[in-house]
């Protein structure tokens, strides 16, 4: 079973669902439905000589659409009067090729819908449209998973059985492909390229400085993932990336972007955090990084944000502009218990010559850290120092 296929067609299969009439919690429960269903009788080799009944060689969108409707049916029915179920059976299309057509930025904009807070809808875009679990848009939003569980819960409560012929805004829309590239490029679920794909399809539609700016932070990172891994898919930190396999094409369309951008003098988050990534990228190498211009920009993002995580990677950057004891001085302003606090605190330590505490404090972040290559990373770096003092 191609779980690729799956999430590639699901939001396309949920809007032809909600221009077909059904209200977006109903199609969202009939398009998972439909998953299950798919889980259950597609065959783990989707080749032609694969002989499991109810693979759709030909038209496996198609599929979906025609199961989830009925899904959504047998819903409507449950609650509906005999008349209405009746007519909703007519309605029931028949089965064939769906329309070819990408529904997913429209869902993006749907799921930001006015009725709801902006986090709200954040919350709803990622879960119902970005396939992230409840669990990683939780770590993104530093809040506990029942609390996002709950958020959820209630914005799907919110818009059900809203019209939604009013779109929400831009910001929003930002705001949702920019987590969704983000737990794409380091989480469990690769959708890096997904949220490149629609934000430069924003950008071709809008004319928004911030769409720019986003564009461009995401091309500037995503520049850097060949050389982000090692073979053995243990993470590398930035300093010791192989600066050969980043891709040039990639920074160089970022760069562009974000120059004219900037141009328009009108500055958002997004165009200072792709001047701190197109930073990194000029640096022939880590030492040659211009580490007061980064704390500048990262003083100009936490002027526009007011974001913690913000102030925990300028304590980094001024660690590096200005020596270990000023970052660790400007980790000592921060909340402990903001994730990777520990480890940067380990990383200024160990700067400081520290080695023991910064030990200590390794190990104690590789407890914490929320996925396997984090935490095998940071164990490394504990083992390491410690093999250092012991010599």
């Not at 807070?117 to 990622?126: D, G, H, I, K, Y």
């Not at 690769?190 to 720019?212: C, F, G, K, M, S």
């Not at 605190?345 to 850290?369: P, Q, S, V």
């Amino acid at each position: 079973m191609n779980e690729a296929l799956l999430r590639s067609l699901t939001p396309s299969v949920l809007g032809i669902l909600v221009r077909r009439g059904a209200d977006f919690a109903a199609a969202e429960d009939a398009v998972q439905d439909a998953l299950v269903e798919a889980v259950r009788v597609w065959p783990a080799d989707p080749s032609p000589s694969s002989s499991s009944r109810g693979y759709p060689m030909r038209d496996p969108k198609g599929w979906l659409v025609t199961v989830a409707w009925r899904k959504f049916l047998d819903q409507t029915r449950a609650d509906a009067s005999r008349r209405r179920r009746e007519d909703l059976v007519d309605e029931e299309p028949a089965p064939g090729a769906a329309p070819a057509s990408d529904d997913t930025l429209q869902l993006y904009f749907l799921c930001a819908h006015p009725s709801l807070t902006p986090s709200s809808a954040v919350a709803l875009t990622l879960r119902a449209v970005g396939g992230l679990t409840t669990r990683q848009i939780a770590q993104a939003y530093l809040v506990p998973e029942a609390t996002m569980a709950q958020r959820i819960s209630r914005a799907k409560r919110t818009v059900s059985g809203v019209r939604f012929d009013r779109p929400g805004d831009v910001a929003t829309v930002l705001r949702v492909l920019y987590l969704v590239f983000n737990e794409g490029y380091s989480g469990d679920v690769d959708l890096a390229a997904e949220a490149i794909r629609l934000t430069r399809q924003l950008a071709a539609a809008i004319d928004h400085p911030e769409v720019a700016g986003l564009l461009a932070l995401m091309l500037l990172h995503h520049a850097r993932r060949a050389a982000r891994t090692a073979p053995d898919g243990s993470l590398v930190p930035l300093a010791e990336q192989d600066r050969g396999r980043w891709d040039t094409g990639a920074i160089a369309e970022g760069v562009g972007i974000l120059q004219a951008a900037l141009a328009r003098d009108r500055l958002g988050e997004f165009q200072a955090q792709a001047a701190i990534a197109a930073l990194h990228a000029d640096a022939p190498t880590a030492e040659e990084t211009d580490w007061v211009q980064i704390v500048e920009w990262y003083d100009e993002l936490a002027r526009l944000t007011d974001n913690p995580v913000v102030r925990l990677n300028r304590a980094v950057a001024v660690g590096e502009a200005d020596g270990p004891r000023a970052g660790l001085a400007a980790l000592a302003r921060l909340d402990d218990s903001l994730p990777r606090h520990t480890a940067v605190a380990a990383y200024l330590h160990e700067r400081d010559g520290d080695l023991a505490t910064a030990a200590r404090l390794y190990a104690e972040a590789a407890h914490k850290a929320p996925d396997l290559a984090e935490r095998g990373h940071l164990t490394r770096q504990a083992a390491r120092l410690n093999a250092r003092r012991s010599h």
